[in-house]
């Protein structure tokens, strides 16, 4: 079948003009994957080409890329489904990292934060049994953790890295996950104070999903950055903004039924945060003015006294 | 699930045999050690067994890097003649940039991996070895003479990787055909159906191939020495 | 047509112009709602962080009163119909999961089997009432307008609890209705990213970016204003564009949120204070003067 693929390219050594979109029309198999046919162009067709590429088989982790705008693991699509009636596909490279030539990017920030969250285990003492035995109910419940194959393709979409490059990200917050519900690892407090920081911690993530969305192997990054938000204020890593608006959250919805944005704001700012608050006034102060600010006393769902019970029953069984 | 056939094949899964080390990753020449998959310990056998190839790098992986460490610090630190090597590589790099030919190198390396997988795949006989054999042999020529390189880049340019793997990749190829050829047997993984018994008699026995710098092969095949573990069939 | 109504509190609260632009339209097109008044905030992700069997349990318990009434439910935020959709995912998935808060609200009466449906009113207009028929209320064509859409993240993931995978068009719906209104819906690449609300009070530094990157980009694209089917959405990237720009381009608040609810009230020419145009922090003047 025929398939034209729109390529982004980049050359460095090129003077000027060193980025354009490249077409190449080939003949390929009906079951090819978008890395068969990049890897057709590469071999066939223009040796120019640089694409990062090993296992074909979605365990490398090599091959990010996006696809009409999407990050995937260009071995694990195949050209059939995103183009059934030979639509062109534009390839371009991950987002979010520079790059390096045409679709390489280059991963070292990847790999710094990865390191940043010291990512082997960390045992306070020896077992006696000179072993360290895991059950396998612990580690079955790390496996979608623990599947992380380093792609990027999380890093590539997230949209807190978009705006800032010092968020530590999907892929590294994931992998800290990883150690701190390991039970063989001691560190967990150390950890999650760590990531606990301000600026650039587990707080910034704005939960938009882009990293469940495109992981290839069901890491879900996110809801590895719930988890350990929860363990944070569980074990009263009590410092940031972030754990103040969760806590906040908690009490507004279970005392009114609905979200009080006004009492939201405060606290998380924190109420002796003088500088936090003032700099939330003057949007404030023009809502108001055109009568848009969220109501004081929050509106109550009717019954909001029944979800104040389903949270105290829920308590209780805890 | 697709409702479409798929394509199935089979896949290279491990290198049984590799550079020749005792168990402290020592190799015959003074200073160079070898781990993992690139060196055989002689721990698998004929056929590695499932997850034991993690637990070889991880094991001699740590023994050899600690004798590795030990032997830099009792060698004098000599002056080593870096600049003459890099000159060297340079030429190589800088002639293979410079080459030619008519014939791209995924071309020549294709060719060579269909015979490969023809002729010394999951099942093999003389002849389909000997056809391998002779297809490398076209390959070595091929690639001194007629190879070209389209990208010049010094940035990221598997082009010229490709060239100096598959350079790689003849002399692993080459000893896989000589190391069948020689083994007039099937045992484990080197599964001959012109002769498919195994022969504890005459081939309880390592097969050794060297290159020497003439590109002649020489072929040793000495005894196993067999001490705890009796060699066993592997049986599912 | 009928739907069981869940308005959210961003649209009752914060925006309340968006709640009575969207009642109008309901009105105009004879879809009757019915309010679930007794229903809790869907916990906008926040609460199901910290608490997610209480998150869970209060949605199940809104889903419950809806399958009582044997209707869809209808949101009009992004975030409460992802919210929903995603505990609705959940305990279909998950029979024991069900079971176990299906106890926690015997106590109540409720009992949730699993059949309620719930439609963001963008869906609702596309899949049950019909763009054709839409049309028909129209009296102005916005053929001089050209709008980037902006969906909000929760109205395109996970795309898996939103059903994407039986009806991929969703993604594209929000064009169809630019389009249906005879405006231009310009190809927005960001229009699937987040605007920056859930970090707003956190890291307000990023927050702004993110408002300064959406609406400085749709604004160079040659957007007239930017169209979305969530308030929230509308509440952060009008009430905070002024300070992202200046802080981010050095430029001005310049792109009016529009409302989808709203920029249909605009082709059906209904009132001006049904619109609610005039309660936005960004003018939507120029908007309604190029009509
Ligand atoms: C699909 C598959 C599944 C497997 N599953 C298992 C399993 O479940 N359990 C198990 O025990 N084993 C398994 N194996 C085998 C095992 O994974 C490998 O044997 C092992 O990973 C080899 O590790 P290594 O470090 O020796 O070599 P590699 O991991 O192959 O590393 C070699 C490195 O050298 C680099 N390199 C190559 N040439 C050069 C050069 N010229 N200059 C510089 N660098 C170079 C390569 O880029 C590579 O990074 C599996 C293998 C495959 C293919
Ligand atoms: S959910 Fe959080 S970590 Fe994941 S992409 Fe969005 S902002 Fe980034
Ligand atoms: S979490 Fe998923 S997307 Fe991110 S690096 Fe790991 S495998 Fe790739
Ligand atoms: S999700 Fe948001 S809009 Fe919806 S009910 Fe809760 S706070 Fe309100
Ligand atoms: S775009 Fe903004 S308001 Fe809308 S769902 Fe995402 S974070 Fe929520
Ligand atoms: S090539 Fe290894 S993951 Fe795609």
């Given at each position: 079948m025929?398939?034209?693929?729109?390529?982004?390219?980049?050359?460095?050594e090129?003077?000027?003009?060193?980025?354009?979109?490249?077409?190449y029309v080939?003949?390929?198999?009906q079951?090819?994957t978008?890395?068969?046919?990049?890897i057709?162009?590469?071999e066939?067709?223009d040796g120019t080409?640089?694409l990062r590429?090993?296992?074909?088989?979605?365990?490398?982790g090599?091959?990010?890329?996006k696809?009409?705008?999407?990050?995937?693991?260009?071995?694990?699509?195949?050209?059939?489904e995103?183009?059934?009636?030979?639509e062109?596909?534009?390839?371009?490279?991950?987002?979010?990292?520079?790059?390096?030539?045409?679709?390489i990017?280059?991963?070292?920030?990847?790999?710094?934060?990865?390191?940043?969250?010291?990512?082997?285990?960390?045992p306070?003492?020896?077992?006696?049994s000179?072993?360290?035995?895991?059950?396998n109910?612990?580690?079955e419940?790390?496996?979608?953790?623990?599947?992380?194959i380093?792609?990027?393709?999380?890093?590539?979409?997230?949209?807190?890295?978009?705006?800032?490059n010092?968020?530590?990200?999907p892929?590294?917050?994931?992998?800290?996950?990883?150690?701190?519900?390991?039970?063989?690892?001691?560190?967990?407090?150390?950890?999650?104070?760590?990531?606990?920081d301000?600026?650039?911690?587990?707080?910034?993530?704005?939960?938009c999903?882009q990293?469940?969305?495109?992981c290839?192997?069901?890491?879900?990054?996110?809801?590895?950055?719930?988890?350990?938000?929860?363990?944070?204020?569980?074990?009263g890593?009590?410092?940031t903004?972030?754990?103040?608006?969760t806590?906040?959250?908690?009490?507004?919805?279970?005392?009114?039924g609905?979200?009080?944005?006004?009492?939201?704001?405060?606290?998380?700012?924190?109420?002796f945060n003088?500088?936090?608050?003032?700099d939330?006034?003057?949007?404030g102060?023009r809502a108001l003015?055109r009568?848009?600010?969220p109501p004081?006393?929050?509106h109550?769902?009717?019954?909001?006294?029944?979800?104040k019970?389903?949270a105290?029953?829920?308590?209780?069984?805890? | 699930?697709?409702?479409?056939?798929?394509?199935?094949?089979?896949?290279?899964?491990y290198?049984?045999g590799?550079?020749?080390?005792?168990?402290n990753?020592?190799?015959?020449?003074?200073g160079?050690?070898?781990?993992?998959?690139?060196?055989?310990?002689?721990?698998?056998?004929?056929?590695?067994?499932?997850?034991?190839?993690?637990?070889d790098?991880?094991?001699f992986?740590?023994?050899?890097?600690?004798?590795?460490?030990?032997?830099?610090?009792?060698?004098?630190?000599?002056?080593?003649p870096?600049?003459?090597?890099?000159?060297?590589?340079?030429?190589?790099?800088?002639d293979?940039?410079?080459?030619?030919?008519?014939?791209?190198v995924?071309?020549v390396r294709?060719?060579?991996?269909k015979?490969?997988t023809e002729?010394?795949?999951?099942f093999?006989?003389?002849?389909?070895?000997?056809?391998?054999?002779s297809v490398?042999?076209?390959?070595?020529?091929?690639?001194?003479?007629?190879?070209?390189?389209?990208?010049?880049?010094?940035?990221?340019?598997?082009?010229?990787?490709?060239?100096?793997?598959?350079?790689?990749?003849?002399?692993?190829?080459?000893?896989?055909?000589?190391g069948?050829?020689?083994?007039k047997?099937?045992?484990?993984?080197h599964f001959r159906?012109d002769?498919?018994?195994?022969?504890d008699n005459?081939?309880?026995?390592?097969?050794?191939i060297?290159?020497?710098?003439?590109?002649?092969?020489?072929?040793?095949?000495?005894?196993?020495?067999i001490?705890?573990?009796?060699?066993?069939?592997?049986?599912? | 047509?009928?739907?069981a109504?869940?308005p959210?509190c961003?649209?009752?609260?914060?925006?309340?112009?968006?709640l009575?632009?969207?009642?109008a339209?309901?009105?105009?097109?004879?879809?009757?709602?019915e309010?679930?008044?007794?229903?809790?905030?869907t916990?906008?992700?926040?609460l199901?962080?910290?608490?997610?069997?209480?998150?869970?349990?209060?949605?199940?318990?809104?889903?419950a009163?809806?399958?009582?009434?044997?209707?869809?439910?209808?949101?009009?935020?992004?975030?409460?119909?992802?919210?929903?959709?995603?505990?609705?995912?959940?305990?279909?998935?998950?029979?024991?999961?069900?079971?176990?808060?299906?106890?926690l609200?015997?106590?109540?009466?409720y009992e949730?089997?699993?059949?309620?449906?719930?439609?963001?009113l963008l869906?609702?207009?596309?899949?049950?009432?019909?763009?054709?028929?839409?049309?028909?209320?129209?009296?102005?064509k916005?053929?001089n307008?050209?709008?980037?859409?902006?969906?909000?993240?929760?109205m395109?993931?996970p795309?898996?609890?939103?059903?994407?995978?039986?009806?991929?068009?969703?993604?594209?719906?929000?064009e169809?209705?630019?389009?249906?209104v005879?405006?231009?819906?310009?190809?927005f690449?960001?229009?699937?990213?987040c605007?920056g609300?859930?970090?707003?009070f956190?890291?307000?530094?990023?927050?702004?970016?993110?408002v300064?990157n959406?609406?400085?980009s749709?604004?160079?694209?040659?957007a007239?204003?930017?169209?979305?089917p969530?308030?929230l959405?509308?509440?952060?990237l009008?009430?905070?564009?002024?300070?992202a720009?200046?802080?981010?381009?050095?430029?001005k608040?310049?792109?009016?949120?529009?409302?989808?609810p709203q920029?249909?009230?605009?082709a059906?020419g209904?009132?001006?204070?049904?619109?609610g145009?005039?309660?936005?922090?960004?003018?939507?003047?120029?908007?309604?003067?190029?009509?």
């Amino acid at each position: 079948m025929e398939v034209t693929l729109n390529v982004k390219r980049f050359d460095p050594e090129k003077p000027k003009n060193n980025t354009w979109i490249q077409e190449y029309v080939m003949d390929i198999h009906q079951s090819s994957t978008v890395l068969d046919a990049l890897i057709h162009v590469r071999e066939e067709m223009d040796g120019t080409l640089a694409l990062r590429c090993a296992c074909r088989a979605s365990i490398c982790g090599s091959c990010g890329m996006k696809v009409n705008g999407e990050a995937k693991l260009v071995c694990k699509t195949r050209v059939e489904e995103l183009s059934p009636n030979g639509e062109k596909l534009l390839i371009e490279p991950m987002g979010n990292q520079p790059v390096i030539k045409d679709l390489i990017v280059d991963l070292s920030a990847f790999f710094a934060k990865m390191e940043q969250i010291s990512p082997f285990l960390q045992p306070n003492k020896e077992p006696e049994s000179g072993e360290f035995i895991a059950s396998n109910d612990s580690m079955e419940k790390l496996l979608t953790e623990m599947n992380c194959i380093m792609c990027g393709l999380c890093v590539s979409e997230c949209t807190v890295l978009e705006v800032d490059n010092t968020f530590i990200g999907p892929a590294a917050l994931a992998k800290a996950s990883r150690f701190v519900y390991d039970p063989r690892d001691d560190k967990t407090s150390e950890r999650l104070n760590c990531l606990n920081d301000e600026a650039g911690g587990m707080w910034d993530c704005t939960r938009c999903m882009q990293c469940v969305e495109v992981c290839p192997k069901g890491v879900s990054p996110m809801d590895r950055i719930m988890d350990l938000r929860e363990t944070a204020i569980e074990i009263g890593a009590k410092k940031t903004h972030g754990y103040h608006h969760t806590n906040s959250f908690e009490k507004s919805v279970t005392a009114n039924g609905r979200l009080d944005e006004s009492r939201l704001a405060l606290e998380s700012a924190g109420i002796f945060n003088i500088f936090r608050l003032l700099d939330l006034v003057p949007v404030g102060l023009r809502a108001l003015i055109r009568g848009k600010l969220p109501p004081f006393i929050p509106h109550k769902a009717k019954d909001n006294k029944k979800i104040k019970e389903l949270a105290k029953a829920i308590k209780e069984k805890e | 699930m697709s409702e479409k056939p798929v394509p199935i094949r089979p896949g290279m899964h491990y290198i049984m045999g590799g550079i020749k080390t005792d168990v402290n990753g020592e190799t015959g020449v003074p200073g160079l050690y070898a781990a993992g998959e690139c060196a055989n310990v002689s721990v698998h056998g004929a056929n590695r067994l499932g997850a034991n190839s993690l637990l070889d790098t991880v094991v001699f992986g740590r023994r050899s890097a600690e004798k590795a460490s030990d032997y830099v610090k009792s060698v004098p630190n000599e002056d080593i003649p870096t600049k003459s090597y890099v000159e060297r590589d340079l030429k190589k790099i800088k002639d293979i940039i410079d080459s030619e030919g008519n014939l791209r190198v995924s071309e020549v390396r294709n060719e060579m991996a269909k015979a490969m997988t023809e002729g010394i795949g999951v099942f093999r006989d003389q002849k389909s070895m000997e056809y391998a054999k002779s297809v490398v042999e076209k390959t070595k020529i091929k690639y001194r003479d007629s190879i070209k390189i389209q990208n010049k880049g010094k940035v990221y340019n598997t082009d010229l990787l490709f060239a100096l793997e598959l350079e790689n990749m003849i002399d692993c190829a080459e000893s896989i055909v000589h190391g069948a050829l020689t083994r007039k047997e099937s045992r484990g993984a080197h599964f001959r159906t012109d002769i498919t018994g195994r022969n504890d008699n005459d081939w309880l026995k390592h097969t050794l191939i060297y290159k020497k710098e003439d590109g002649e092969i020489k072929i040793e095949t000495p005894d196993v020495t067999i001490t705890q573990w009796q060699p066993v069939e592997r049986v599912y | 047509m009928k739907y069981a109504f869940y308005p959210g509190c961003v649209a009752r609260g914060g925006t309340p112009e968006l709640l009575s632009s969207s009642m109008a339209v309901l009105k105009e097109l004879d879809i009757e709602v019915e309010e679930l008044t007794k229903a809790g905030c869907t916990g906008a992700g926040v609460l199901q962080e910290k608490n997610p069997l209480l998150g869970d349990t209060i949605n199940v318990r809104t889903l419950a009163m809806a399958e009582e009434k044997n209707l869809s439910i209808m949101t009009l935020c992004s975030t409460c119909q992802g919210v929903l959709s995603q505990a609705n995912h959940k305990v279909k998935k998950d029979s024991k999961y069900l079971a176990k808060i299906n106890d926690l609200l015997k106590e109540e009466g409720y009992e949730y089997k699993g059949t309620t449906e719930v439609k963001h009113l963008l869906w609702i207009l596309v899949e049950d009432y019909g763009l054709d028929k839409l049309e028909s209320h129209f009296t102005t064509k916005l053929s001089n307008l050209k709008f980037a859409p902006f969906y909000g993240c929760y109205m395109v993931r996970p795309s898996e609890a939103l059903g994407f995978d039986e009806k991929p068009e969703r993604k594209m719906y929000l064009e169809k209705v630019i389009e249906s209104v005879g405006a231009e819906a310009i190809e927005f690449p960001g229009k699937f990213s987040c605007c920056g609300f859930p970090v707003l009070f956190i890291n307000q530094k990023n927050s702004l970016k993110m408002v300064s990157n959406n609406t400085g980009s749709a604004k160079d694209l040659g957007a007239d204003a930017m169209v979305t089917p969530c308030p929230l959405c509308h509440l952060n990237l009008d009430g905070y564009q002024g300070k992202a720009r200046s802080n981010n381009r050095g430029d001005k608040a310049d792109l009016p949120i529009i409302h989808m609810p709203q920029m249909i009230a605009l082709a059906m020419g209904l009132e001006k204070k049904d619109i609610g145009l005039g309660r936005h922090i960004v003018s939507a003047k120029e908007v309604v003067n190029k009509i």
